[in-house]
């Protein structure tokens, strides 16, 4: 690892024809602790500082690495921090802490073709009496109700309704909490069928899958970094320095935001921690590709590594740092959201980028040089040696869509917008719990087994809070509404009569609670206790919530989407200079992600016999795709614009295809197969947003970067530079 020696000659004559980007970065002379920008650079890669710059981040790896542990123990999984902030159902789960404490009911289903033996009954009462001296998890078995026997079918059917109280530890008690319940009533034995179901069954089925998501996120996209990395690099050594600074890169985040979460009121839960390591790992290992590719490129004319890199830095981190701060800026959007787990995910997803950004434009370059050239090995850039890009796959692409731009990008646009005809099979109106895992646990068996013996909404009523004047009013505007069960209307055990001069109680509904006709239901409730005047009267409950979380990410997606889009034209206009090239690009983008919806909208139909998908679902693949998208089209621009300065706009956007081609494809590989580790999750939504992200990305980097902006760019010419000096520039050159 001694110091290269600088040279002069045949390196400054390689730099030299590397050309002058007049306008675009600078020029390309020896770089050196006094020549402006790149004097940044040397900040970390120098001889001395790239150790300053490593023993900072070993620094803060061992300060945070025990931090980063705690991140689980952070996540706030309760209702509220997914419900949209200001909806009816989040205000009666605010009201209703005055009537009793937060509790969650979980009902043990038992049922038995023929119906319940002797043996059976006596067996449900033992249970019974086992369950209600529970007292561990936040169970209050004392408060069990039943068994209320199912009437209708001879009694083939009995449920016991549990209450568990949510303690500090929120949403992860739950689990336990029906473990305990179920150590006493045992599963199905000798034709007794026992589920546990209800919102209690179901909390713990969803906590259950996501148990353990940052581990089983974190070995899958490791392990698809590791194998597309020795793939792209073919050395073994190499990939060691990108997984390093992205794993560092994660621990730190995962410090910060739990310092945030548990001292500033950050929200985190499940979903955005999950995110967080795709989006770290995919948006780290691009910046890291990047960045190799064009300090291998330098290490090619310059002798001195430490040169190399000042130089590599000072050319591509412009890019770098409009795709950091694109992606940043597009999560922090995401705090306009009405809900409160979209709105969460905006900070938690841009600090995670933030810093994935400082690890691989700091410690990853300063662990680069101190390594030295062997790390390349076996193969060894060498000065003077040949840029395998000048005459590779992408530079014979670029020639053969030169002959024939304008056809190129009319039939590839043509294809995109025929692929986007399958959002016509697009059900993105929320999926019911049975749709919401990959199997079928047992919440949702019970819940199947429960709704052939009573009423389907039975375990999670609405919620109805109003005036205490008008109780006889509200009650009876309740119980005349069409999907209520009349005779279900009361008020639940253990819970005050009356606070602060209003009354709470409850009514089952005649559909399933997850159903739209149990969501139009509340609708209808609605509008007949609103009716009531005076009664100031409100409606909750697990329905509610997800009637209110279906519109609320619906105002989400047409209040965020316009905005990240507004956001990346800016930077593109910024970073580019340029009012045309930045439209066309956005233009691309929008085709793509239309075309990457048409494509999962098929397969989730077609292939994985997915019933639809959630609400959110197109927000967030959007984002993802065109925060994340984007960067390949930054990459590829940022390149062109530097040789378009120097031989013209035409002949610049082939040499910029041959020069990013193969480093962008190895980009979107990366981070297409970092979101494919969602698929490991047992949970549909993530498995959608996962396969729907990484078509896009594919699309993004085989299609829409390397065919369609390239033949618009060769199409339009020069023009796509304006209104910037660069076009008159060009003009005069060919002429």
């Known amino acids: 690892m001694a110091d290269d020696k600088s040279t002069t000659g ?10 002058t980007a007049a306008g675009a970065g600078g020029t390309a002379g020896p770089a050196g602790p006094g020549s402006g920008r790149q004097g940044v650079a040397w900040l970390v890669c120098g001889r001395r500082s790239k150790w300053l710059v490593l023993l900072l981040w070993l620094v803060v790896i061992v300060g945070t690495a025990p931090l980063a542990q705690k991140l689980t123990d952070a996540q706030d999984n309760d209702a509220q921090s997914w419900l949209p902030g200001s909806a009816e159902s989040t205000q009666v789960l605010d009201i209703s802490k005055d009537f009793r404490p937060e509790t969650i009911p979980a009902v043990v289903i038992y049922a038995r073709e023929g119906g319940l033996t002797v043996a059976d009954r006596a067996r449900i009462a033992k249970d019974v009496t086992q369950i209600k001296q529970l007292d561990e998890h936040g169970v209050r078995g004392t408060e069990t109700r039943g068994p209320v026997l199912d009437k209708r079918s001879g009694a083939s059917a009995a449920q016991i309704y549990v209450p568990i109280t949510m303690g500090p530890e929120g949403w992860q008690q739950i689990a336990p909490a029906v473990d305990s319940v179920r150590d006493l009533t045992g599963k199905t034995t000798d034709g007794l069928q026992i589920h546990i179901t209800g919102p209690g069954g179901t909390s713990a089925d969803f906590s259950e899958a996501f148990e353990g998501i940052d581990s089983t996120l974190l070995f899958s996209a490791l392990g ?3 194998v597309i990395l020795l793939f792209t690099y073919r050395s073994p050594s190499l990939l060691l320095v990108p997984v390093l600074s992205v794993v560092a890169a994660l621990f730190t985040a995962q410090a910060l935001i739990y310092l945030l979460a548990a001292h500033a009121g950050l929200t985190v839960n499940g979903q955005s921690a999950g995110i967080l390591t795709v989006l770290v790992f995919g948006a780290g290992t691009d910046y890291a590709l990047l960045l190799v590719a064009r300090y291998r490129e330098e290490l090619r004319r310059h002798e001195d590594r430490h040169e190399a890199m000042a130089l590599a830095l000072h050319r591509a981190g412009p890019a770098v740092l409009a795709s950091g701060a694109t992606v940043v800026l597009s999560m922090l959007v995401l705090l306009t959201a009405d809900m409160n787990s979209t709105r969460g995910l905006g900070p938690v997803a841009a600090i995670g980028v933030a810093v994935a950004l400082l690890a691989m434009l700091t410690l990853f370059p300063a662990l680069l040089v101190i390594f030295g050239r062997w790390l390349f090995w076996p193969v060894i850039p060498h000065v003077g040696s040949v840029e395998p890009t000048e005459r590779g ?13 304008r056809m190129t990008w009319g039939v590839t ?16 109106a929320g999926i019911s719990n049975a749709d919401s895992f990959t199997d079928k646990p047992d919440s949702i068996v019970g819940q199947e087994v ?4 009573f009423p389907a909404g039975t375990g999670d009523p609405l919620v109805i809070i109003a005036d205490q004047g008008h109780r006889a009013q509200v009650t009876r505007a309740v119980a005349t509404t069409d999907g209520v069960v009349a ?9 005050k009569p009356r606070a602060d001069g209003r009354i709470l109680f409850e009514a089952t509904t005649t559909d399933p609670s997850d159903s739209q006709a149990a969501k139009d239901t509340v609708d209808r409730v609605r509008a007949a206790v609103h009716a009531v005047d005076g009664a100031d009267a409100k409606v909750g409950g697990g329905t509610a919530a997800l009637l209110d979380m ?28 340029a009012l045309i090239a930045p439209l066309l690009l956005i233009g691309t983008v929008v085709l793509s992600f239309a075309a990457a919806l048409g494509i999962s909208a098929l397969a989730f139909r077609h292939l994985f016999d997915y019933a639809g998908e959630s609400t959110d679902f197109p927000l967030f693949v959007f984002v993802f795709l065109v925060a994340l998208g984007i960067d390949y089209n930054i990459f590829l621009t940022t390149r062109i614009r530097e040789e378009a300065a120097r031989q013209g706009t035409r002949p610049g956007v082939l040499t910029g295809l041959a020069a990013t081609g193969a480093v962008i494809t190895s980009a979107g590989l990366v981070l297409a197969g970092t979101f494919a580790a969602l698929g490991t999750l047992p949970m549909v939504a993530f498995a959608e947003i996962g396969f729907a992200v990484a078509v896009g990305v594919l699309l993004d980097t085989f299609i829409v970067r390397s065919v369609l902006v390239t033949s618009l760019f060769l199409d339009v010419g020069s023009k796509v530079w304006w209104p910037n000096s660069l076009t008159q520039r060009d003009t005069s050159r060919t002429q």
Do not use: F, M
């Not at 043509?414 to 993105?428: K, N, R, Y």
């Open 450 to 453: 429960s709704a052939e013996y």
């Open 413 to 428: 646009a043509a294809a995109l917008a025929l692929l986007s005809l399958g959002l016509i099979q697009l059900e993105a």
């Open 10 to 19: 045949t390196a400054g004559a390689a730099d030299t024809s590397g050309g």
């Open 393 to 405: 796959l992408w530079a014979r692409i670029g020639q053969r869509i030169a002959r024939r731009p």
């Open 550 to 577: 279906d519109r609320a990410t619906a105002h989400d997606n047409k209040l965020v989407i316009p905005l990240v889009l507004t956001v990346v034209l800016l930077i593109l206009c910024l970073l580019l200079r």
């Open 224 to 226: 698809i970094v590791i």
């Open 487 to 495: 005779q279900s209307i009361g008020v639940p055990p253990n819970t």
